[in-house]
């Protein structure tokens, strides 16, 4: 994964809106090729059989976890979803925190953000 040195707050919004999205459930172990695994995040779901979740390594890298054989969805896809998801809440925290207004609006691509100044 591509995210370092996360926010622990924004990565458990990320968490929440894709428990939301897959209508899973909050994990913090999942199973990974026979074998179990503490995650600080994770989530299972009907499309997500064994569960995917987050580690942090010592050096701040967010590592995705997970087994997709039986899933339909795949871990890449759920890995780019979790990247965007995040990115999305860090965007929309930092224009709150500088004094914007913020709106979203979904769209075909993803997430329309629109912040306008108080």
């Keep these: 994964m591509k ?3 996360i926010n622990p707050d924004i990565m458990t919004a990320t968490f929440q809106q894709l428990l939301l999205k897959y209508n899973g459930k909050a ?3 999942i199973e990974r090729y026979g074998t179990s695994r503490t995650v600080q995040w994770g989530i299972v779901a009907s499309d997500i059989r064994g569960g995917y979740g987050v580690t942090i390594d010592s050096n701040g890298e967010v590592k995705l976890h997970g087994d997709d ?5 795949r871990l890449k ?5 979790l990247e965007q998801t995040y990115t999305q809440l860090v965007i929309i925290k930092a224009l709150q925190l500088q004094g914007y207004s913020v709106e979203t609006t979904a769209i075909a ?3 329309c953000i629109v912040g306008e100044r108080l």
């Design 3 to 5: 995210l370092k040195n």
């Design 27 to 29: 994990i913090t172990q």
């Design 69 to 73: 054989y039986g899933s339909n969805v």
């Design 77 to 81: 896809q759920f890995e780019k979803e």
């Design 109 to 111: 691509e993803g997430l």
